[in-house]
C-alpha cells in the first residue's frame, strides 16, 4: 500500500513538457549587478551544473537538484492562470551542521566569480563583495524542524533566480497547484553528454500535495486545495488571495471558510503588527505584480474581503486596523494610477475633518478634505482621510 500511494506521488513529463522545461534552463537569465558591477547574463542549466559541482567538492552532499513552484507549474500546464516570476531552484543536500551554511554560500558567490568577464582581476574581488554586488537576499534557517537555506540572486525585473537547498523542511507547498516539483538530474545529465536533441520521457516530476493527479486536476480547472491547512505559514493567506484574483476557485466550498480562518490566524501570528502587516503585503506586490499594476487593486481588495469575513482571532480594533490599512494600501494604488472605480456614479462633496469643525478659524475656511461615496450593487466605499472609516454590506468593489 505505501508504494501505491508513493507512485501516485511521481509522473513522468510527456515531450511537450520536456521541451517547455528545456527552453525554461537553457533562457538567459540577467543576473543585475549594483554599482559597476556588470550584468551576468547567465542559463539556469549552467549556473546549476556549477553550482552542484563546487558543492560536491567541498563535501556537501547533493541528493537532487529540482524545479519548484509557479515554473514547475507553468513547464506542466503553460495556460493555469498564473505567471511565474521567480526560478525556484531547490538543491537536497545534506546540512549536519550550521557551518555547512558557509560552504553553501562561499560555493554559490565562487560561481557567480567565475561568471565575471575576462579581464576582471577575480582576485582582489571577495566573497563579500560579490554578495553586495549580485545577492538580493539570504535565508538561514537552522532547527529541529527546518534546515535550510536560500540565497537570490538580483534580477531588475524580478524574475531573481533563488538557489534554495534544503536539507529538512516541515512544509514544502502551500495548495496542490504549486506542490509540483520536476526532478532536473536526468535533463542536466543529458546536457553534459550533450544530447539535448534526444531528450526521452525519463523526467519524473512529483507532487508533494501527495496525488499527482489531483493536483494536475486543480491546476487544469483552476482549483483551490490543500492539505494540513494549519501547517501553512502566514504568507499563504497572500498567495489564496492571489489564486482568487487569478480566477481560481475553491474545490469545496464546505471546507474553503475552515481554511480562510486557518490562513487568517497564521497571517496574524507570523505579522502581528499593523506595520509588519503593511511590509509584507507590499513585498508580496513587488514581487508578484510586476507588469500587472492594474491588478493590485482587485488583489488589495479580495485580500480585504478575506481577512475581514475570516478573522476570528483579533480584537475589534486591531481588525479595524488591519482593515483600514488595507483600504488605505489599495486607494493608493488607485491614485497611482489615475483612477477611481465606477467613475460615471461618484459623487464627491466636502465633510470637514472632526477637528477643523472644532476649530474655525479663518485660515481653516477653505479645507482640502472630502469623502468619496462610491455606490455600486448596494455597496457602499466611504473614504475620509481624517480619520478613515469604511463601510459595506456585500463588499468592495
Not at 232 to 260: C, F, H, M, W
Not at 327 to 349: M, R, S, W
Request: with cysteine; hydrophobic share 35%.
Amino acid at each position: 500500500m505505501p508504494e501505491t500511494r508513493s507512485s501516485q506521488r511521481f509522473h513522468s513529463l510527456n515531450a511537450e513538457q520536456v521541451e517547455v522545461l528545456d527552453q525554461v534552463l537553457s533562457e538567459v537569465v540577467p543576473i543585475h549587478g549594483r554599482g559597476n558591477f556588470p550584468t551576468l547574463e547567465l542559463r539556469p542549466r549552467d549556473i546549476i551544473t556549477a553550482v552542484r559541482a563546487r558543492l560536491e567538492k567541498q563535501g556537501i552532499t547533493v541528493r537532487d537538484v529540482r524545479l519548484n513552484g509557479s515554473t514547475a507549474s507553468h513547464v506542466l500546464v503553460r495556460d493555469n492562470g498564473t505567471s511565474y516570476k521567480d526560478l525556484d531552484i531547490i538543491f537536497g543536500v545534506e546540512l549536519p551542521r550550521q557551518e555547512d551554511f558557509q560552504v553553501i554560500k562561499e560555493s554559490v558567490l565562487g560561481c557567480l566569480l567565475d561568471c565575471l568577464p575576462s579581464g576582471v582581476n577575480r582576485e582582489r574581488i571577495s566573497s563579500a563583495t560579490m554578495k553586495e554586488a549580485y545577492v538580493q537576499k539570504m535565508v538561514k534557517v537552522f532547527n529541529e524542524h527546518d534546515r535550510w537555506s536560500l540565497i537570490s540572486l538580483s534580477n531588475n525585473s524580478g524574475k531573481n533566480l533563488e538557489l534554495k537547498f534544503v536539507s529538512v523542511l516541515r512544509r514544502q507547498f502551500e495548495f496542490s497547484v504549486d506542490s509540483f516539483q520536476i526532478i532536473l538530474d536526468r535533463l542536466l545529465e543529458s546536457y553534459l553528454q550533450q544530447e539535448t536533441q534526444h531528450i526521452d520521457n525519463t523526467v519524473l516530476a512529483e507532487s508533494m500535495y501527495g496525488d499527482f493527479e489531483a493536483a494536475m486536476d486543480h491546476l487544469r480547472y483552476r482549483l483551490i486545495a490543500t492539505r494540513n491547512p494549519e501547517e501553512i505559514r502566514g504568507g499563504g493567506l497572500l498567495k489564496y488571495s492571489n489564486l482568487l484574483v487569478r480566477d481560481y476557485r475553491p474545490a469545496s466550498e464546505t471546507q474553503i471558510k475552515t481554511l480562510e480562518r486557518y490562513m487568517c490566524s497564521r497571517f496574524f501570528i507570523d505579522f502581528p503588527d499593523v506595520q509588519e502587516q503593511q511590509r509584507k503585503i507590499l513585498s508580496y506586490l513587488k514581487n508578484h505584480f510586476i507588469g500587472e499594476e492594474r491588478s493590485k487593486y482587485q488583489y488589495l481588495m479580495t485580500l480585504r474581503r478575506v481577512v475581514d469575513d475570516s478573522t476570528v482571532c483579533l480584537m475589534g480594533h486591531e481588525r479595524r486596523q488591519t482593515l483600514n490599512m488595507i483600504t488605505v494600501l489599495a486607494l493608493k494604488v488607485l491614485g497611482e494610477q489615475n483612477i477611481i472605480p465606477n467613475t460615471d456614479h461618484v459623487t464627491c462633496f466636502y465633510q470637514p475633518a472632526p477637528y477643523l469643525a472644532e476649530h474655525s478659524a479663518p485660515y481653516l475656511a477653505e479645507p482640502s478634505y472630502c469623502s468619496y461615496y462610491i455606490p455600486q450593487g448596494g455597496s457602499t466605499l466611504l473614504y475620509q482621510p481624517y480619520p478613515l472609516h469604511l463601510h459595506t454590506q456585500t463588499g468592495l468593489v
